[in-house]
């Protein structure tokens, strides 16, 4: 992220694009106009689209990114900020002094390098200006199902963001990808609104996710206290995953009463309620990816290409984060969160064994592409 870089101009017209909704409620009628994309919404409906979502610390960045390398997909990045409801007005409006820009580590401190063609997660904007009051509370941000009405201009705001891209949406082939760890609050809604797309649903052991967690939330709000701008842009994205805007998931009764965010047992609670509700919601189309097992076999990767419908290539290298620090957790409360956790690796995605022996093989004798 760069918004901790911005100059005073960048974050004045930031300021002025998100922080108003009637100026994005505006910028997303003119694109819509504009994007010539109304006479494709039934076909992108029915696209083999890919949603990366999950609880935020999960690998949802790394696995987004690998699937758009594949070139397989157009997803909203950064050049389409300060903008990210006109994808299609703001690259003509752009177009004159776009530069490639290069990448630095992203503000998570966590060696994530991004630069302008970096995906990210940006139509959190929607959904926040369409449907806000129904699910951004004051104690959390709670689940909840789109109106019909609602879920129709995501269809028409995918399409657009299709219309951007340089294949555009000839005959439905353009793929959208999305990474937004909100998008677990609606999982149901979308599932019935996207019958052909597939639900990527990344995991970790709880206690190193919970752990990750809590110290982003310390990395954030010490950052956000020195530089209040990175507060506002979380806030105008509905990034309330940490720092001095953390906002809970409201997901099986969210956080227990008498824990709060310095805790790190605050959010072990949450990893539970939040795996628990997503492991009741999967279906046919949701992929469960679990962390170490992806990080330990290339196979999961092979299955995922497969599963995904990518072109072939070889396994992604994903690296393991910091393991579980069990003695910061209550003992029981770290139990139950590992028995969710087994049930989950259960169901997740399981490697390709013949192909990884294949590529190791191929590795060993310097044949490997």
């Given at each position: 992220m760069f918004e901790h870089d911005y100059g005073l101009a960048d974050r004045l017209l930031h300021r002025l694009a998100l922080g108003s909704r009637s100026m994005l409620e505006l910028s997303f009628d003119l694109d819509q106009k504009a994007s010539g994309a109304a006479g494709c919404v039934d076909a992108v409906a029915q696209g083999e689209h890919v949603f990366v979502t999950g609880l935020a610390r999960a690998g949802t960045t790394i696995l987004l990114r690998h699937f758009h390398d594949s070139g397989c997909f157009r997803s909203l990045t950064y050049r389409d900020m300060p903008f990210p409801l006109a994808p299609n007005l703001w690259k003509r409006a752009s177009a004159r002094w776009r530069q490639r820009r290069d990448g630095q580590q992203r503000a998570h401190g966590d060696g994530i390098s991004v630069d302008a063609d970096s995906p990210e997660a940006l139509?959190?904007?929607?959904?926040?200006?369409?449907?806000g009051d129904e699910y951004l509370r004051r104690d959390g941000l709670r689940p909840h199902w789109p109106?019909?009405?609602?879920?129709?201009?995501?269809?028409r705001y995918v399409a657009a963001i299709l219309a951007s891209s340089e294949t555009g949406v000839g005959a439905g082939r353009a793929r959208y990808l999305s990474k937004n760890n909100n998008n677990i609050l609606r999982l149901p809604a979308l599932q019935e609104a996207f019958p052909a797309a597939w639900f990527v649903i990344p995991f970790r052991h709880p206690a190193a996710h919970?752990?990750?967690?809590?110290?982003?939330?310390?990395?954030?709000?010490?950052?956000?206290?020195?530089?209040?701008?990175?507060?506002?842009?979380?806030?105008?994205?509905?990034?309330?995953?940490?720092?001095?805007?953390?906002?809970?998931?409201?997901?099986?009764?969210g956080p227990a009463q008498g824990l709060t965010p310095d805790m790190p047992d605050y959010w072990l609670d949450m990893w539970i309620g939040v795996h628990r509700t997503l492991a009741a919601q999967c279906h046919e189309r949701s992929l469960l990816v679990c962390h170490e097992t992806l990080c330990a076999d290339p196979g999961v990767w092979w299955a995922l290409v497969d599963r995904l419908g990518l072109p072939e290539q070889n396994p992604a290298r994903f690296r393991m984060k910091d393991g579980p620090r069990a003695p910061l957790f209550d003992a029981a409360r770290l139990a139950?969160?590992?028995?969710?956790?087994?049930?989950?690796?259960?169901n997740a995605v399981q490697g390709d064994g013949q192909r990884a022996a294949f590529w190791a093989l191929m590795k060993n004798t310097g044949r490997a592409m």
């Open positions: 139509e959190e904007v929607f959904w926040r200006v369409q449907s109106e019909g009405r609602v879920l129709e201009l995501f269809r919970a752990l990750s967690l809590w110290q982003q939330h310390r990395h954030f709000c010490a950052m956000q206290k020195e530089q209040p701008f990175v507060r506002s842009y979380m806030d105008w994205l509905a990034h309330h995953e940490f720092g001095q805007g953390h906002r809970p998931f409201l997901m099986d009764g139950k969160a590992e028995v969710l956790y087994g049930e989950l690796r259960a």
